[in-house]
């Protein structure tokens, strides 16, 4: 077949679409770059919003009414949305012929070959806990994602991700080496490790390495930069903390995710941390990482927070600085715990309380950026754009940066001189180019 996959939401499903391409490709069928040219077209799904649940309705929508036209197609709904009974009504509803949920992707293949065979229907949701993958390094990518566990043993109550993900699983460490030494080998020039809690690895079978262990196995192939994401506070510890600082290649870079600064919010949450007890891991961080930049996940108008509640989250603010933050208004999500038995607000409401926090985000952002002006800072140029003045990269603490793209020939890692700062990014010019060997050309 000639198959296409859209995918939405987070890297742990840019990786998912990874491996999908890569067992279908194993099995002899053809990916396009354009859905319009595709006879299946697979939606990799994203389920912990209402947004993204309502692109892939959108989605769903303009397919039916091409198949309607008589366009032949088959279309495969995946990821978090197909495993939830919300997904399963869509798929009914729009003539879905693949559904199969984030836990059995490598089953892909089975389901394309029964339905070529003339099968109705393909539904696989179950969670295969040996995460078995036929992973090859993403050919003409200098980042190579590496799912090291799947699934989240916490409960916040506003997230359907236990629910769609399942419980904890970590990969065998073996498994996570020949990966990362396959992407070595392929040129790849940075290692993002992924997971829903990537600290929590290891602690659901006791023979398995601690998180700080395989941050640095992962860094001793030499692999120029290691980022991981993402991280929860709850067991986020100093000996993680200590290897970042320690390792040169691992990167000054922490998600932590906070969601509010107010304890009475946290625990109606569920987060198992107080405010306080997340401060004291900033402020590790921040004396022992040089150069740190910290960033995190903000949620506005979770349900009961008052303003003297999210006036806590803003003083949060002034106390962290983040360099850098995802904010996101509550969107109460049907299976959820806060759905079940709290009360949403007025809309409007929760959208002034993010308006707020995405000024002083503006605020604290462009502060931390200013700091790089007139400094070096690794860059690593990932795309050439077809067109346009400038090219983007992302420096060793992921912040973007551009720089002209006529100083760009090949991609890799740069030394750039930083110009201008703005809130979002970061303009330089190029000093000079640092990576040895490259394989990877321009396509
Ligand atoms: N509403 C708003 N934001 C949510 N997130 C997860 N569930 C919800 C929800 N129901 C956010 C959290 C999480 C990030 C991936 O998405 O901030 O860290
Ligand atoms: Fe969702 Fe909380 Fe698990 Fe993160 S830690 S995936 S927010 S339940």
Not at 99 to 126: C, F, H, M, R, W
Not at 350 to 378: A, F, M, P
């Amino acid at each position: 077949m000639r198959a296409n996959i859209i995918t939405y939401g987070c890297q742990m499903n840019e990786y998912d679409s990874h491996t999908i391409k890569s067992e279908l490709v194993a099995g002899g069928h053809d990916m396009v770059d354009h859905p319009s040219d595709a006879n299946l077209i697979i939606l990799n799904t994203c389920a912990v919003r209402g947004k993204p649940v309502e692109k892939v309705i959108t989605q769903l929508g303009e397919l039916r009414k091409e198949r309607r036209q008589g366009r032949d197609l088959t279309i495969a709904l995946m990821g978090c949305l197909a495993q939830l009974e919300e997904g399963q009504v869509i798929a009914k509803k729009f003539g879905v012929d693949i559904l199969i949920g984030p836990g059995a992707i490598t089953d892909v293949l089975d389901a394309v070959n029964e339905i070529e065979a003339g099968k109705k229907q393909y539904t696989s949701l179950e969670f295969k806990s040996h995460l078995e993958t036929h992973i090859t390094p993403a050919p003409n990518s200098l980042t190579g994602y590496l799912t090291i566990m799947r699934g989240c043993n916490h409960h916040c109550t506003y997230c359907i991700v236990p629910d769609t993900r399942g419980p904890e699983v970590s990969r065998p460490v073996d498994v996570i080496m020949q990966e990362a030494e396959a992407m070595k080998a392929a040129g790849i020039q940075e290692i993002y490790l992924l997971g829903q809690n990537v600290n929590s690895y290891g602690l659901e079978q006791n023979k398995l390495p601690s998180f700080a262990q395989i941050l640095k196995m992962v860094a001793s192939t030499g692999i120029p930069r290691v980022k991981f994401t993402t991280s929860h506070p709850m067991n986020f510890s100093s000996d993680v903390i200590d290897v970042i600082a320690e390792t040169e290649n691992i990167a000054n870079f922490i998600h932590l995710p906070v969601q509010s600064g107010s304890n009475k919010i946290l625990k109606r949450m569920a987060r198992e941390y107080t405010r306080e007890e997340y401060l004291k891991i900033i402020r590790e961080i921040r004396e022992k990482v040089e150069d740190v930049v910290i960033s995190t996940d903000i949620i506005a108008g979770f349900p009961g927070e008052t303003e003297a509640d999210f006036d806590e989250t803003l003083s949060l603010y002034e106390e962290v600085k983040y360099e850098h933050a995802y904010m996101f208004i509550y969107s109460a999500r049907p299976g959820t715990p806060s759905y079940k038995h709290f009360e949403d607000m007025p809309r409007k409401t929760k959208t002034d309380r993010l308006g707020k926090l995405i000024e002083r985000q503006k605020h604290w952002s462009l502060e931390s950026n200013r700091r790089y002006e007139g400094r070096n800072v690794r860059v690593l140029i990932k795309e050439i754009g077809q067109s346009g003045e400038y090219v983007m990269g992302y420096s060793d603490q992921n912040h973007t940066v551009l720089v002209p793209a006529e100083q760009i020939t090949k991609l890799g890692l740069y030394t750039v001189k930083i110009n201008t700062a703005t809130p979002h990014t970061l303009y330089g010019t190029v000093e000079g180019f640092k990576t040895e060997t490259i394989p990877l050309l321009m396509a």
